[in-house]
């Protein structure tokens, strides 16, 4: 198992940009694909961003396209994500999660290991 822990979040305008992190503990988690998830409040969580093992391919979310930047330091056991031009849509509690399996890096159901999320407030 590997442990968690989300950062980064906090309240910002429209256009502004965040810096999120998602340090990992316990197993290591080189081996794995990473991701982002969001959820807002009444609705499921869904999928922000992934990135491979290597670092050397990454999936978005038609949404955050061209304004979110995944990546990961395994030295540090750490992934990111790079947040720009934030909308008030982006509005939500940002998790972490370690891909366990599957062929759908989209699908929540083949995480595991979520952190306790972090806390992104857009105002407009």
């Known amino acids: 198992q590997v442990q968690l822990v989300e950062s980064g979040g906090g309240l910002v305008q429209t256009g502004d940009s965040l810096r999120l992190s998602c340090a990992a503990s316990?197993?290591?988690?080189?081996?794995?694909?990473m991701a982002w998830f969001r959820q807002a409040p009444g609705k499921e969580r869904e999928f922000v961003a992934a990135?491979?093992?290597?670092?050397?391919?990454?999936y978005y979310a038609d949404s955050v396209k061209g304004r979110f930047t995944i990546s990961r330091d395994n030295a540090e056991n750490t992934v990111y994500l790079q947040m720009n031009s934030l909308k008030p849509e982006d509005t939500a509690v940002y998790y972490c999660?370690?891909?366990?399996?599957?062929?759908?890096?989209?699908?929540?159901?083949?995480?595991?290991?979520w952190g306790q999320g972090t806390q992104v407030t857009v105002s407009s």
């Open positions: 316990g197993r290591t988690f080189s081996p794995y694909t």
């Open positions: 990135i491979n093992w290597s670092g050397g391919t990454t």
């Open positions: 999660g370690r891909h366990i399996g599957g062929i759908d890096y989209r699908d929540l159901h083949n995480y595991n290991d």
